[in-house]
């Protein structure tokens, strides 16, 4: 069965670098997106793609934050500088069309130092 | 704004239990509803979609229901065991222009007793 796959796993950095997180959606969907998860805490909508663009963002992605879909196939989530409070596991998913489920990849787990 | 709230947040039961989880949102207006199962470091698996119109959806031993009016819905598992040992999630999306965002619940997370 066609999956998400999202790499790497375990991403450590220091605080203020930059980290690009990729992922590969299911080849024939057509929304993309990113959510994350800090420990303990509940799963949150980050940002959405659709035709080569962001369709809606929350609070939570700011400037720091920007999404690349640059061949057709990866779709990457990068953060210019990185904080603390970045620290969480990051989901990407996609989507085959409107009212279709969700597929979601394995997750980067993203620790700031 | 919508909230998402998941009833118990954890639950332990003997294997072969019948069991009920619980999922109630604050603005009935959704367009769908998804249940998803969470294993310890792993992502989310897509276990079933209710679309608005719908009011049940079955797969296999598990059955979820949805009263859009009441704002819930409930996950029904039957004969549970060991491997169905997870945190449940559920999640909606809001009806209008959200392109499918999903708004999540802080799970509830089962655990099957052999």
């Known amino acids: 069965e066609p999956e998400v796959t999202q790499t790497p796993s375990h991403q450590v950095t220091q605080m203020g670098q930059e980290v690009i997180l990729r992922c590969v959606p299911i080849?024939?969907?057509?929304?993309f997106y990113w959510y994350r998860q800090i420990l303990g805490q509940k799963v949150e909508f980050l940002v959405s793609?659709?035709?080569?663009?962001?369709?809606?963002k929350s609070e939570i992605f700011d400037d720091q934050f920007s999404v690349e879909r640059p061949d057709g196939s990866n779709f990457t989530l990068k953060i210019r500088s990185t904080k603390l409070e970045d620290s969480a596991m990051y989901f990407c998913?996609?989507?085959?069309?409107?009212?279709?489920?969700?597929?979601f990849g394995d997750g980067t787990r993203l620790s700031i130092l | 704004k919508q909230e998402v709230t998941q009833i118990p947040a954890a639950l332990s039961v003997p294997e072969g239990e019948n069991l009920v989880l619980n999922c109630s949102f604050t603005?009935?207006?959704?367009?769908?509803l998804q249940w998803f199962r969470q294993d310890p470091g792993k992502g989310l698996t897509s276990l079933l979609l209710?679309?608005?119109?719908?009011r049940e959806q079955t797969s296999g031993r598990l059955n979820a229901s949805l009263d859009k009016s009441s704002g819930r819905s409930t996950l029904y598992i039957a004969a549970s065991q060991p491997g169905d040992s997870a945190t449940y999630l559920c999640a909606v999306t809001n009806y209008g222009g959200s392109q499918g965002n999903l708004i999540f619940g802080k799970g509830t997370k089962l655990s099957v007793k052999p």
């Open positions: 209710i679309q608005s119109s719908q």
């Open positions: 793609f659709y035709n080569n663009e962001i369709s809606e």
């Open positions: 080849s024939n969907h057509l929304y």
């Open positions: 998913a996609s989507m085959a069309g409107g009212n279709q489920p969700q597929h």
């Open positions: 603005d009935s207006a959704i367009y769908n």
